[in-house]
């Protein structure tokens, strides 16, 4: 559904969007990088509002989340497009496509969370979910007004202006935090992103929810035991008990980068527990 987009403003005859750092500035008719926000005659839209591609009960592990309510379900969720452009992306056919989509009003996504048995909540996960804040917006507001026990867990790359931000952080109960590269021309070249933008998203979170960050460990690009050892040394300076989650790369999309060696996984993990509480190894 196409809907008002919030977090723009006049730039002469464009419009300026800053709902993430890209900023784009959007001329007639054109999208800003997201490829879902869309200047339409002077107004800012966004074309993804509740269009929903993939929806899913999984467990709450396999968000990663390991330490919120272990053992639980949540009903997953995401719609398509993404503000990144991360040559592995896991899932690029609705990140990067208009994929095929069913709209669901908040209302309509709220009756579904509430029939299904043992669901704690809703994870906005598989796309970027602030490139549909809109409608993560009201439908989180929407449930936490009217369901204090249902839990609302975003799955991001924490790109994303501190308004828009800290508007929606009072409905969120957890997160997991991107943190792909503590180095900036990685996230420059290989994200079409910025470190800065994601280590700022993390401080203003860490304190206010629960949070988890996962770094996907790309052989050869950000394996080295110095960058694991910043990011874990990082995270320990804001919390060491900040669970950490070192994933394993397998090719995909644009990489094929070989996957990455099975004894630098395990020497990363640790050399991070030397600063973190809580580090755990994914696709291994
Ligand atoms: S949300 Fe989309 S349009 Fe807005 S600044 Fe980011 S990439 Fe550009």
Redesign the pocket.
């Known amino acids: 559904m196409i809907k008002d987009a919030l977090f723009w403003e006049k730039h002469g005859d464009k419009v300026r ?4 750092p ?3 500035i ?1 001329a007639d008719g054109q999208y ?3 490829s ?2 869309t200047n339409m005659k002077g107004t800012l839209k966004t074309i993804n509002y509740g269009e929903i591609t993939a929806m899913a009960i999984d467990p709450i592990e396999k968000k990663p989340l390991r330490h919120f309510y272990p053992g639980s379900y949540i009903l997953s969720v995401g719609s398509f497009g993404c ?1 990144f452009s991360c040559g592995f992306c896991q899932n690029y056919s609705i990140a990067h496509y208009r994929a095929k989509s069913r709209y669901f009003s908040p209302e309509e996504l709220e009756a579904e969370c509430i029939s299904l048995d043992r669901n704690i909540g809703i994870a906005f996960t598989y796309n970027e979910p602030s ?1 549909w804040y809109e409608y993560v917006y009201d439908t989180s507001k929407l449930i936490k007004e009217k369901h204090k026990d249902l839990k609302i867990v975003l799955v991001t790359n924490g790109f994303i202006e501190e308004e828009p931000l800290s508007k929606i952080l009072p409905y969120v109960d957890g997160m997991n935090i991107d943190l792909k590269s503590f180095r900036e021309d990685y996230y420059k070249k290989i994200c079409g992103g910025d470190l800065k933008h994601v280590l700022k998203t993390i401080e203003r979170c860490y304190d206010k929810c629960h949070i988890e960050i996962t770094t996907l460990l790309v052989s050869d690009l950000n394996d080295s035991i110095e960058e694991v050892e910043d990011i874990a040394s990082y995270l320990a300076g804001l919390d060491k008990n900040i669970p950490l989650h070192l994933s394993r790369y397998f090719p995909n999309y644009k990489f094929y980068n070989p996957p990455t060696d099975i004894n630098v996984m395990q020497r990363a993990k640790e050399v991070a527990s030397k600063y973190l509480n809580y580090v755990h190894l994914g696709n291994v």
């Not at 969007?17 to 993430?20: A, E, G, K, Q, T």
């Open positions: 969007c800053f709902l993430c890209h900023n784009c959007i800003g990088l997201c879902v926000r503000n490139i």
